[in-house]
């Protein structure tokens, strides 16, 4: 049994939903399908959830109008007409429902992190239930489920963490029986709900989560990640624009990249395919005939030549500088730090120290304004902006000494703030600002992916 969980632009039109088809079409009846919301949408309704917590019922109310005509009018790819009534009353209930849920936010002037949750869950409760009518109407036996009885997460609102065994459990119950009938279960990405039935999101770009959570526990045979692009690339595309497809990965090569800024994969998505060593694949649904990207626990072939298998970045990012107020790092020092960190529910990316300083980096800015002033309560704290981080990895780095000085060569002009590599490592990693990022990226992967250095 596979999984096929599409991306957002994957779903974003009929003519896109009609490509869906034919791929599930040649994978069915075996076959789980997870989708996104359309393309843009949640974008959208997180822009309902702002505009109707500041009391703007108009705005609120003029995008979930746009929205709503967007579903219908891409709803007509359910050619068969009793499948196209109920997904269009389907439909109807959901923005009536939203309507109402902002009416009382712009009453209350507050929204909260629940109530964004549960106006963004509606891009995909909505995309699924197209996708499972657009299905069924081509022939293909597919089921919608509600992928808030099968995700249980806790209640951290807007990145909530799933229960993998209470997952496990409910996803079973729920999609075994109708893949003994031989029929498709369709869900959307991206939701789940809490034990006591609250609707949570697992965090932007989520939805891959929710494909490999879904695959782990239906021990399914392959989960197959369908996007934009041609597979997990050397390079983010956006920024090296001849970046090439990497064919193999290891499943810590995957990680690494996911979690240093490749968006073609939520860095979530590689732990339940690893706790179950289920193959990962990702695929172009525009050329479904493309190779892509194939994601094991051992890697299918030899590393590339320049150690360098492809490089990870991603802006946005914070360095925080932080100065114990005694002369040296007193023992104690940093756990006191990272408590901070820990209570503010922040990861740290990247970290260096010094004789009495220590810098970290940070993606999520959501708490900084609590950790700073956490901090400075026993040490000095400055904050740098606009910071970016790249990222070279490669299952042969940490056996190649000569690797990290390469890189750091290839970027001789560059200004750098902060670089680790550890010993066991799979990566190499550099803060410098976000004005140099450009020019830092490409340098390195002209010099490790294009010319394919010689490091080993
Ligand atoms: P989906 O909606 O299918 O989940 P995403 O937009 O989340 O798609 O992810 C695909 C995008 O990730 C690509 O269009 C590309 O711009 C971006 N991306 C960034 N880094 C990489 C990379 N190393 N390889 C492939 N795509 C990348
Ligand atoms: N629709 C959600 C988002 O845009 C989840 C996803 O697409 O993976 O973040
Ligand atoms: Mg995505």
């Known amino acids: 049994m596979i999984v096929l969980k599409f991306g957002g632009t994957s779903v974003k039109d009929q003519e896109a939903i009609e490509r869906l088809g034919e791929i599930v079409r040649a994978a069915a009846p075996n076959a789980v399908v997870v989708v996104s919301a359309l393309a843009g949408v949640t974008d959208r309704l997180l822009a309902v959830a702002n505009a109707a917590g500041a009391g703007n019922a108009d705005d609120a109310l003029v995008i979930l109008e746009e929205l709503r005509e967007r579903h219908y009018a891409v709803a007509d790819v359910v050619k068969n007409p009793i499948l196209n009534r109920h997904v269009v009353e389907a439909i109807a209930l959901e923005y009536d429902a939203l309507v109402e849920t902002v009416?009382?936010?712009?009453?209350?002037?507050?929204?909260?992190?629940?109530?964004?949750?549960?106006?963004?869950?509606?891009?995909?409760?909505?995309?699924?239930?197209?996708?499972?009518?657009?299905?069924?109407?081509?022939?293909?036996?597919?089921?919608?489920?509600?992928?808030?009885?099968a995700v249980v997460t806790d209640n951290d609102f807007t990145c909530a963490t799933p229960d993998m065994a209470a997952t496990a459990e409910a996803t079973r119950a729920l999609c075994e029986p109708l893949l003994a009938a031989g029929r498709v279960p369709v869900l959307g990405g991206f939701v789940g709900a809490t034990p006591d039935g609250m609707t949570t999101t697992l965090g932007r770009g989520g939805s891959d989560f929710s494909g490999a959570l879904i695959g782990a526990s239906l021990g399914a045979d392959e989960i197959q990640i369908w996007t934009d692009v041609d597979g997990m690339l050397t390079a983010d595309p956006r920024i090296i624009p001849d970046a090439q497809v990497v064919p193999y990965l290891s499943f810590a090569e995957a990680s690494e990249l996911a979690h240093f800024g490749a968006k073609v994969l939520h860095p979530a998505t590689i732990l339940p395919a690893v706790a179950k060593n289920i193959?990962?694949?990702?695929?172009?649904?525009?050329?479904?005939?493309?190779?892509?990207?194939?994601?094991?626990?051992?890697?299918?072939?030899?590393?590339?030549a320049s150690g360098v298998t492809a490089i990870a970045s991603k802006s946005g990012i914070t360095v925080l500088n932080i100065t114990s107020t005694r002369m040296v790092m007193a023992h104690g020092f940093l756990r006191r730090l990272f408590e901070v960190f820990e209570i503010n529910k922040t990861a740290v990316d990247v970290v260096t120290t010094s004789e009495a300083s220590v810098s970290v980096t940070v993606d999520d800015r959501r708490r900084l304004p609590m950790i700073i002033d956490a901090l400075s309560e026993f040490a000095e704290v400055s904050s740098e902006d606009d910071m970016a981080i790249v990222c070279a990895v490669g299952d042969a780095l940490p056996s190649n000494a000569a690797a990290a000085g390469e890189i750091l060569g290839a970027l001789n002009d560059v200004p750098l703030r902060m670089v680790s590599q550890a010993a066991s490592r799979r990566n190499v990693t550099i803060v410098l600002r976000s004005e140099d990022l450009h020019r830092a990226l490409a340098r390195l992967h002209e010099r490790f992916v294009t010319a394919g250095s010689t490091v080993l």
Do not use: F, Y
């Open 279 to 304: 193959p990962v694949r990702i695929l172009n649904s525009k050329k479904p005939s493309a190779i892509g990207t194939l994601i094991t626990g051992e890697r299918s072939t030899g590393a590339p």
């Open 103 to 149: 009416n009382a936010l712009v009453t209350l002037r507050e929204t909260s992190p629940r109530w964004t949750d549960a106006i963004a869950a509606a891009g995909e409760l909505i995309s699924s239930r197209i996708v499972a009518a657009a299905l069924s109407s081509r022939g293909i036996d597919a089921e919608w489920v509600d992928a808030r009885s």
